[in-house]
């Protein structure tokens, strides 16, 4: 069956060609002008920016540096209304009371040291390998028991600390820097367990599959195959497990009871008080600068491995 082709079809045809091209080249020209960012908007983005990040600095900076100032006055200012005259009359005097020889406040840091980095080690070690078995072996009830892990975050370890006392004292725990890693680590482990099966759920496992043709075992895999990928979530669980036991005072005040062996915030609080349990300022505001001042420091150290191992397991590629 032939067609037959008529001027009138031709000039259709011509036409609706041309409106398809001019519609189209008519959608380019207004996303390109709708592309065009106007400066004025641009400025104002800007401003509102610098407007956020400046508050968002004076939020978290200012009380930092109030605390510091207030560290270095003596306690009659501490005491009184800020005054212009005396504000900036500064001294040695607090951190010479703290670091006495009396005050106990060194002995309370190295335990604090002791404990924090004990407990963060044994997280991140454990929080990774339990991490491997949820995101790698498949066993039949692995989501509930992932999800009974879980659910004991949302625990806290206050309402359960009668029986947790009766067992350390049990198994002779109680008065041990031991026991007090063991029950740090134990809190922190949901949290650990939760990024680091994030992070092995990230990581393709075509790694893992090349590595095992070569011969590595699974602990080799770990070690070196992947330790570069999951660094970032180790390091988040360590940092994590280190800040929490190195503020915690509930639980060190309940398990120790002798002088020699208490925690930084423990101390403090023997520190703070004088005579007819009078609170002495100066000395609180003091050893509460010397107790921040690990914090700020390893929390900028592994401030980009903290954001990475959050945010791990968030996107899969």
Known sequence: MSTTTTPSTIAAADLSTRALTTSGDGRRRRHQQGSVRHPRDTAVKRTLYVIAGVGGVLVFAVPLIWSILRAFQSEAVITQAPDPATFFQLGWQNFAAVFSPSSHLLTGVFNSLVVSISTAVLTAVIATMAGYGFAR?????????????????????QAILT???????????????????????????????????????????????????????????VVSVLRPLLLPGAATAALYAFLASWTEFLGALTFLTKDSLYTLPVALLNLQTGAYGQVSYGNLVAGSVVAMIPCIALYVGLQRFYVAGLSSGALKG
């Open 137 to 157: 072996f498949r066993f039949r009830g692995s989501g509930v028991v992932f999800g009974l892990v879980l659910l004991t975050m949302m625990v806290p370890f």
């Open 163 to 221: 029986p947790l006392y009766l067992e350390m004292n049990a198994m002779k725990l109680t008065n041990s820097l031991l026991g007090l890693v063991l029950f740090y680590t134990t809190v922190n482990l949901p949290f650990g367990v939760f990024v680091m099966r994030n992070a092995f759920e990230s990581i393709p496992t075509e790694l893992e599959d090349s590595a095992f043709v070569d011969g590595a075992s699974r602990f080799r895999v």
